[in-house]
């Protein structure tokens, strides 16, 4: 069965460092969303891309976040200067497309610490 | 913002019992989705049931069913005959234009 492939998925980094995040979404799926995951709470959608272009960024923090997917396939998305408040799971789901009715499929997460 | 509201942070079931998860939520839509997810430990979030705000019955997953009250905005899960790998964290969510979660339910289950 076909899965959202993320690395690392594990990442020390020290704070004001650059780190970054991909992810492969299932074949075929043109929507593909990058999640933060605080510990003990509930995802919350960072962005939105509908095969390369950007459809919702509006809790994406610009200053140090940004995500990118050139050919509308793989996704990458990067902090740069991470801050402590940072550390949290980064959540990488796809769909076939942004309608109601298609289901998310999340890959397994990279857990971010910043010390 | 949707807000989605799980008002247990922890369950606990014995093996082979029920238990019920709690949800509520707030919107002004008429027409949206709700889920939930199930999160095992160190593992990949899985979808386990969805239910259209314009369908009146309530949507089964084999042991998984949900107690949906448009007009309450409940949403509740069910486990039935609860198993060992039922044991995870579940969150409700509400999607119309994206998806917004609640905080959670730490579901155990004792032998």
């Known amino acids: 069965e076909a899965e959202v492939a993320q690395s690392p998925r594990y990442k020390i980094t020290e704070k004001s460092q650059a780190v970054a995040f991909w992810c492969d979404p299932i074949?075929?799926?043109?929507?593909l969303y990058w999640y933060r995951q605080i510990l003990g709470q509930g995802p919350e959608l960072l962005v939105q891309?509908?095969?390369?272009?950007?459809?919702?960024d509006s809790q994406l923090p610009k200053d140090r976040f940004s995500a990118e997917r050139l050919k509308g396939v793989d996704s990458t998305l990067k902090i740069q200067p991470a801050e402590l408040g940072d550390s949290a799971m980064y959540l990488c789901?796809?769909?076939?497309?942004?309608?109601?009715?298609?289901?998310?499929?999340f890959g397994p997460g990279t857990r971010l610490l910043v010390l | 913002a949707q807000t989605v509201t799980q008002s247990q942070p922890e369950m606990s079931v014995q093996e082979a019992e029920t238990v019920t998860l709690s949800c509520t939520y707030d919107?002004?839509?008429?027409?949206?989705?709700l889920f939930w997810y199930k999160q095992p430990p160190s593992r990949q979030m899985i979808l386990v049931i969805r239910?259209?705000?314009?369908?009146?019955q309530n949507a089964t997953e084999n042991r998984f069913s949900v107690n949906f009250q448009k007009a309450a905005k409940s949403f509740s899960l069910k486990i039935s005959d609860s198993q060992l790998g039922d044991a995870a964290m579940y969150f409700c969510?509400?999607?119309?234009?994206?998806?917004?979660f609640g905080a959670g339910t730490t579901v155990t289950v004792r032998a």
């Open positions: 789901a796809s769909s076939l497309d942004r309608t109601y009715q298609e289901t998310q499929y």
């Open positions: 074949s075929g799926h043109a929507t």
């Open positions: 891309f509908q095969d390369e272009s950007v459809v919702d």
């Open positions: 919107t002004s839509e008429s027409d949206y989705y």
């Open positions: 239910q259209e705000a314009y369908k009146q």
């Open positions: 969510a509400y999607y119309d234009y994206k998806l917004s």
